[in-house]
């Protein structure tokens, strides 16, 4: 029996759709592979590098490999002092960069959002003002300061705010638009709440993952800045580190591979803060309400 002209068609028809899953598939083939491939290359370029610091800094002098670089880090002359100096520092400007940029930019996005562009645009300055530049401005500025702050490395803690703000900048900016910071501050004026609570007790506990990432990047900023300190001719851990290098070639690469282990801790530390806050939130958002 002949087919009719609806069965013919319908055949067509899902000839048709056969043929046009087959090209989408292969391309998804093609993207999936050029997405590993890009990543592979990408992982080839920061791993590289990394393996053969490490394995630069664990040759001995026998040329076999042992740990003598990294016993010799405490021993080389300088180093705690400088250590504590970058870390104090750290520190310093971790306060510093979030007391300036929280209220701030709690306040822009509650009462001047058409200052958000302005203040952006400033964040972003410090990426092509050179070092030497804000140096000779922070100077000029400080003039007349005390001597415990323009004659010690605390004025240093002042250039890495300006350094830090746009990354923290940008931390904290993503860590305010994931949450309805008018309706959260709103509730709180409602209860009673002044600005101070708003602040300690609405804004930062949900800027929680936000804050601690900006804190991450302004620490790891301040332990790996070099050139300022240097045209301040203060000794801070890089400075040090570079001065190693002259004499102690293994010593330094070893203490430069710690560092950046350091660093991977803090970003493994605050990614499992922030998921374990993502865990409780969701939990406590699943609790039917009585």
């Not at 570079?242 to 102690?248: I, L, Y």
Request: net charge positive; charged share 15%.
């Amino acid at each position: 029996m002949p087919a009719g002209p609806g069965r013919v068609t319908g055949e067509r028809a899902r000839r048709g759709r056969a043929g046009g899953r087959r090209p989408r598939a292969a391309a998804a083939v093609r993207s999936s592979a050029w997405r590993w491939a890009v990543l592979l290359l990408a992982a080839l370029y920061f791993l590289l590098p990394m393996a053969a610091s490490l394995e630069f800094s664990l040759r001995d002098r026998d040329g076999g490999y042992s740990l003598e670089s990294y016993r010799a880090i405490v021993d080389e002359p300088g180093f705690a002092s400088a250590l504590w100096t970058s870390v104090k520092l750290g520190l310093i400007t971790v306060a510093l960069t979030i007391g300036l940029l929280v209220p701030t930019m709690t306040l822009v996005h509650l009462r001047f959002p058409w200052l958000r562009r302005v203040i952006e645009t400033i964040t972003v300055l410090p990426l092509v003002i050179p070092p030497v530049v804000l140096v000779i401005g922070v100077l000029g500025a400080f003039e007349g300061a005390p001597n415990w702050l323009i004659g010690s490395p605390t004025i240093l803690a002042f250039e890495y705010v300006i350094l830090a703000m746009p990354f923290a900048y940008r931390s904290l900016d993503a860590g305010i638009g994931a949450i309805d910071l008018r309706t959260l501050v709103e509730a709180s004026r409602s209860l009673g709440g002044g600005w101070a609570t708003e602040l300690f007790r609405v804004v930062l506990p949900n800027l929680r993952g936000a804050v601690l990432g900006a804190c991450v990047l302004t620490l790891a900023l301040v332990l790996g800045e070099f050139a300022m300190a240097s045209l301040l001719l203060w000794s801070t851990f890089p400075t040090w580190v570079v001065q190693v290098a002259g004499t102690q070639a293994g010593v330094s690469v070893a203490v430069s591979v710690l560092s950046l282990f350091l660093t991977w801790a803090l970003l493994m530390l605050l990614m499992f803060l922030g998921d374990r806050r993502g865990r409780r939130s969701t939990f406590l958002g699943g609790v039917p309400g009585g």
